[in-house]
Nanobody, 124 residues
Framework: QVQLVESGGGLVQAGDSLRLSCAASGRTFVNYVMGWFRQAPGKEREFVAAIRLSGGSTARSNSVKDRFTISRDNAKNTVYLQMNSLKPEDTAVYYC?????????????????WGQGTQVTVSS
């Protein structure tokens, strides 16, 4: 059974950085895509970034492209989201997602597996 466990969230000030981690377990993930989505109160879940574990191809939302970087450590089945220059509008619950696919998807329905989420709060 696939399990995704996020960590690294917290309360920071605008302009600070955070690194989120998502550790996957339960199967071999080499042909999987892992992604990050976020959901702010009262808003729909939105795509942030995704990476294919084999080859490392990535996709990022335009809203975070210049500030967030996604990376992976295949030996640890772990994906990271480095978030720099955080803004109050980045405040949300950040979810890790995974699916067996060849191209990083940007729609939540493209991912079968989800973590429980980690809260990121950015104060102004």
């Amino acid at each position: 059974q696939v399990q995704l466990v996020e960590s690294g969230g917290g309360l920071v000030q605008a302009g600070d950085s955070l690194r989120l981690s998502c550790a996957a377990s339960g199967r071999t993930f080499v042909n999987y895509v892992m992604g990050w989505f976020r959901q702010a109160p009262g808003k729909e879940r939105e795509f942030v970034a995704a990476i294919r574990l084999s080859g490392g191809s990535t996709a990022r939302s335009n809203s975070v492209k210049d500030r967030f970087t996604i990376s992976r450590d295949n030996a640890k089945n772990t994906v990271y989201l480095q978030m720099n220059s955080l803004k109050p509008e980045d405040t949300a619950v950040y979810y890790c997602a995974a699916d067996y696919r060849s191209i990083p998807g940007m729609r939540s329905y493209e991912y079968a597996y989800w973590g429980q989420g980690t809260q990121v709060t950015v104060s102004s």
